[in-house]
């Protein structure tokens, strides 16, 4: 690879898929995007097994995986960029056939250099789907560590609303009973205390909704993204993965 090639490649991975291959590259994914984002309840990939292995408490499991999270983004990131720029320079160099066989119809002398044989892929086109593969591979990973995360999050509403809907009400009764009976202080007390709970449950409850719903924000950013690649039709507006801020990182690593 000549010095000034700044598409910043390593040799051997391009050369490994250079290797053997004549045809031209078929469209920007194998995978059905549908199928590829499908989330399977109760599963857990291996990736994510490996990295919930080394993990002894809850907080270092929501640590590890924020961390993976922004792993993969980081890395979605630079291929969205190499993407980018290996698009922009795959279509240049098919404007530049298309001119030179226009010059030809049109009775221009040809420049010496021969037309590359349409069935063979160019080095750019395979830097180019190097990218894009790279580019599915870190986003579906992202999508996966989200769902994860989404999950641990959401907690049995039910379940703790009714638990704390009935503590109210007991403490409310023995308020009043308190009241009643002239024991005004220790009325106030128990009411107070009982104020200051259900407070502290619903502003849990908010923070965790806040959460989870951040996530699937993220997670449908993450999801159409990936279709738009699916389609082809990732341009320049994606460059910087909007709507994938490492804000959110900071905000709900435990």
Known sequence: ????????????????????????????????????LAY?????????????????????????????????????DTYMNQYLDCLQQVQEQRSGHVREIDDLDDGVPPTGKRAPDSSVVTRKEWRLKISRDALARDLLAMHETLEFLKMRTAPPPRKGALSISALTISAATLGCILWRNSHRKEAIGVLAADVAGVACYYS???WKWLRTRSIEHVQENVEALFRRLNRGE???????????????????RK
């Not at 490649?9 to 199928?35: K, M, V, Y």
């Not at 990732?234 to 709900?252: A, I, K, T, Y």
């Open 204 to 206: 849990s409850e908010m």
């Open 40 to 76: 399977k309840s109760g599963y857990i990939s291996q990736r994510l097994e490996v990295v919930l292995s080394q993990c002894q408490t809850d907080g270092e499991i929501d640590r590890e995986m924020w961390d993976d999270f922004e792993i993969h983004r980081r890395s979605a």
């Open 234 to 252: 990732v341009d320049e507006q994606n460059r910087g993965l909007h709507g994938m801020s490492p804000w959110m990182v900071d905000q709900f």
């Open 1 to 36: 690879m000549s010095g000034g090639d700044s598409t910043g490649f390593d040799e051997w991975t391009e050369s490994t898929a250079l290797l053997g291959q004549h045809r031209r590259i078929s469209d920007p994914t194998a995978a059905d995007a549908t199928a590829a």
